[in-house]
């Protein structure tokens, strides 16, 4: 069965559930790249919608070289049909009788779905799993062009979520696909009270229990995940994480420093945790490479700790944001308790 929902500022009651056909054949994956957002345009609307997609989705990072978040691939409406099962897909449209997206989007939604998202100035839709599994699905209609530049600018961090979701479930399924150390992963849950999913190849470099520091990781492209902590003190906790960075690459991983002139952070929500999520370049000091970092830095209240997350590439010639968001998925199954594993 398949369930679709109209996203806004409504209360849960109030979201409109709509169940399309009956039993249906089991869906195929989603294909594609997992950076790239098929767009379904036309090229007035997308002129004025592509600035403010480019701000959460398109975001720049300096890897280095130059690789942005998420890539667009605008497509004419006649070849929706072709790219159906892609993984990203993205509709918006005004529409226009003129327009050849307006049949696509009545032959996908109910007149009453469309007529609920476009009464709700504030709402939209999104579905999971919509046509592929893993599949993200967003349609943004607006009765204007100043509508639609609206709607996608008030909720462009809901969609950009619901889309980050989805890689992340996609990405969880692909590197545990060949399976993962559970003994390792329950070895330092034993020895330190934390969990972190352990893919099949990587290995412990250093376990030192007297400088808070685990450090693993795994052959070419080089990647290494570490995993320090501290005990919390009376400042800030955006104070005591900057202090456990520079803690950790520089003095802990003696080798390792970061670039400041790169070195940027955010807040984020990490399950129950408030998080500074950090994002730069990394550099040897003995050697001539280097490459990006990302860390998770957050106060975890059942240990009383101060923990930080971090994972760098190290993978010249290559694209490196994808190896980045694969050791981001690794990070984010931290946990102080375990859970069973599908």
Known sequence: MRKQHIIGYLPIAAMLVLTLGSCERPKEKAIGYDHVITVVCDERNWEACEPILAQTLGKVYQTPPTETLYTFQRISPNDLNANILNKNLMILTRLEEKSGVTPQVRSMLPDSTISKMRGNPKGYYQQGDAYAVGQALVVVVGKSLGDLRNRLEVNQDQIFNFIERKMFERNTAFIYRSGEQFELAEKYYDQYGFYLRMMHDY????????????????????????????????????????????????????????????????????????????????????????????????????????????????????AKLPYIRQMETIIRTFDTEIFEVD
């Open 203 to 318: 290995v412990e470099i250093e376990n030192r229990p007297k400088d808070k520091l685990l450090w693993m990781g795994r052959d070419f492209p080089y990647r290494w995940l570490t995993i320090s902590w501290a005990t919390p003190t009376d400042s800030t906790l955006e104070y005591q994480l900057n202090d456990l960075l520079t803690a950790t690459f520089g003095k802990k991983l003696k080798d390792v420093r970061l670039n400041k002139d790169y070195l940027i952070s955010e807040s984020i929500w990490f399950k129950q945790y408030s998080t500074y999520k950090y994002f730069g370049l990394w550099e040897s000091k003995s050697e001539t490479k280097g490459g990006p970092f990302i860390a998770y830095g957050f106060y975890e209240p059942v240990k009383d700790r101060i923990y930080l997350v971090s994972g760098i590439v190290h993978a010249p010639e290559k």
